[in-house]
């Protein structure tokens, strides 16, 4: 591989900005700057052009344009659903039941609830980071207010039986919620045919701008506001409408309603392969939820005898970026909650890498991954003898 070039196989951390979005958000950085809220022609472009861009935003889940609510990205889209949901419960009831692969959006937000009197409840997964079916009915109550479990594991790309899960919550009459920020773009999500009550979405993980993204709310679920101070987003969501971003975001949506099937199929097969490749040259090497269906563009591979983060900094040298887990763990000294509720040791968590792929990766990048694989594990392995 040539010195001078750069793969860049972290796109579950962050996407580039797509030059369609970027074209579509530039007139609001500058002739359209008006603010949405505004009465005068300025606010009213400003308005016309976020509204556009909540009915794309809908239509890439198949929601009505009244149930998105624009936020600044998906951390905020989780605490919403999950402390505006519970806030807003007029029953009373005091249960929260969540995954323990959950992203830390949503297990940090269900957590906080302990001290406000919210008993939270972590059910546990299977060894490939599926939730055990049977532990979640157990823990479903009477006195549950809110289930919320991931669509598709940052980490792993393991998918969840959402289906399955959203309507044992409407049987029982519980508001559930998932995190799709992995999989919005990726894996078709329709809302009418699932009841899903609350749904995620992060613009910069679809090649919108970083800073954006949005909660589906169905009709009829009450969330209370977690930032006020103003009558935006129907009084759900206080704050001037980011409408350079909010019209980048919905350029991004429609384009990956349109381009979703074949993005994703050429992007499981070139994981397939790179997976293939690896385990070819390092036949200890494990698939981590290998044996379960995954988001097409995430391969979690974990090499024994490696330190993860070593292998990122020798991949790194060889002008390759990925990472050994969720971006926004980078820098902690210990393994990833994931892959320990998965039932790994320390020791084996910290030998996982990810690669995510992207709608530009390519066969050519691939074969670069694959020949400098060798090298970067025995410079990994060097470090760590």
Do not use: W
């Given at each position: 591989?040539?010195?001078?070039?750069?793969?860049?196989?972290?796109?579950?951390?962050?996407?580039?900005?797509?030059?369609e979005?970027?074209d579509?958000m530039?007139?609001?950085?500058?002739?359209?700057?008006?603010?949405a809220?505004?009465?005068h022609?300025?606010?009213?472009?400003?308005?016309?052009?976020?509204?556009?861009?909540?009915?794309?935003?809908?239509?890439?889940?198949n929601?009505?344009?009244?149930?998105?609510?624009?936020?600044?990205?998906?951390?905020?889209?989780?605490?919403?659903?999950?402390?505006?949901?519970?806030?807003?419960?007029?029953?009373?009831?005091?249960?929260?039941?969540?995954?323990?692969v959950?992203?830390?959006?949503?297990?940090?937000?269900?957590?906080?609830?302990?001290?406000?009197?919210?008993?939270?409840?972590?059910?546990?997964?299977?060894?490939?980071?599926?939730?055990?079916?049977?532990?979640l009915?157990?823990?479903?109550?009477?006195?549950?207010?809110?289930?919320s479990?991931?669509?598709?594991?940052?980490?792993?790309?393991a998918?969840?039986?959402?289906?399955?899960?959203?309507?044992?919550?409407?049987?029982?009459g519980?508001?559930?919620?998932?995190?799709?920020?992995?999989?919005a773009?990726?894996?078709?999500?329709?809302?009418?045919?699932?009841p899903?009550?609350?749904?995620?979405?992060?613009?910069?993980k679809?090649?919108?701008?970083?800073g954006?993204?949005?909660?589906?709310?169905?009709?009829?679920?009450?969330v209370?506001?977690?930032?006020?101070?103003?009558?935006?987003?129907r009084?759900?969501?206080?704050?001037?409408?980011?409408?350079?971003?909010?019209?980048?975001?919905?350029?991004?949506?429609?384009?990956a309603?349109?381009?979703?099937?074949?993005?994703?199929?050429?992007a499981?097969?070139?994981r397939?392969?790179?997976?293939?490749e690896?385990?070819?040259q390092?036949?200890d090497?494990?698939?981590n939820?290998?044996?379960?269906?995954?988001?097409?563009?995430?391969?979690n591979?974990?090499?024994?005898g490696?330190?993860?983060?070593?292998?990122?900094?020798?991949?790194?040298?060889?002008?390759?970026?990925?990472?050994?887990?969720?971006?926004?763990?980078?820098?902690?000294?210990?393994?990833?909650?994931?892959?320990?509720?998965?039932?790994?040791?320390?020791e084996?968590?910290?030998?996982?890498?990810?690669?995510?792929?992207?709608?530009?990766?390519?066969?050519?990048?691939?074969?670069?991954?694959?020949?400098?694989?060798?090298?970067?594990?025995?410079?990994?392995?060097?470090?760590?003898?």
């Open positions: 591989m040539a010195m001078n070039q750069r793969i860049y196989l972290d796109h579950s951390a962050t996407t580039p900005v797509r030059a979005v970027f579509a530039l007139p609001y950085l500058r002739a359209q700057f008006g603010n809220g505004s009465v022609s300025f606010g009213r472009e400003a308005r016309r052009a976020v509204d556009d861009a909540r009915d794309q935003v809908a239509a890439l889940v929601a009505a344009p009244r149930e998105i609510l624009f936020t600044s990205g998906g951390t905020e889209a989780d605490n919403l659903a999950v402390r505006g949901v519970v806030a807003a419960s007029a029953r009373g009831r005091k249960r929260v039941v969540v995954s323990a959950e992203h830390h959006a949503v297990l940090h937000a269900a957590e906080s609830l302990r001290g406000e009197g919210i008993e939270v409840v972590v059910v546990p997964v299977d060894s490939d980071g599926i939730v055990l079916l049977d532990a009915v157990e823990q479903i109550t009477d006195d549950t207010v809110l289930v479990i991931m669509h598709a594991n940052n980490e792993t790309g998918v969840q039986p959402i289906g399955r899960i959203a309507a044992l919550c409407e049987e029982r519980i508001v559930f919620h998932t995190d799709a920020v992995q999989s773009g990726k894996l078709s999500i329709d809302v009418r045919r699932t899903i009550g609350l749904l995620s979405i992060s613009g910069h679809l090649y919108a701008p970083k954006v993204g949005a909660c589906y709310v169905r009709k009829g679920i009450d209370m506001p977690q930032a006020v101070g103003g009558g935006q987003e009084e759900r969501r206080a704050g001037t409408e980011n409408v350079a971003g909010i019209v980048g975001f919905g350029a991004a949506c429609e384009l309603r349109m381009e979703m099937q074949e993005v994703s199929a050429r499981a097969g070139l397939d392969r790179l997976e293939r690896a385990l070819a390092s036949p090497a494990i698939i939820a290998g044996g379960v269906e995954r988001v097409p563009t995430i391969s591979i974990r090499f024994p490696v330190d993860g983060e070593s292998m990122v900094l020798a991949l790194d040298v060889a002008g390759i970026a990925v990472s050994s887990g969720s971006a926004c763990t980078a820098g902690s000294l210990d393994p990833s909650h994931v892959l320990l509720a998965m039932g790994q040791s320390y084996i968590a910290q030998s996982a890498i990810r690669f995510s792929l992207g709608r530009e990766t390519n066969e050519l990048e691939i074969d670069s991954v694959v020949r400098a694989l060798p090298d970067a594990l025995q410079r990994a392995r060097s470090r760590a003898s």
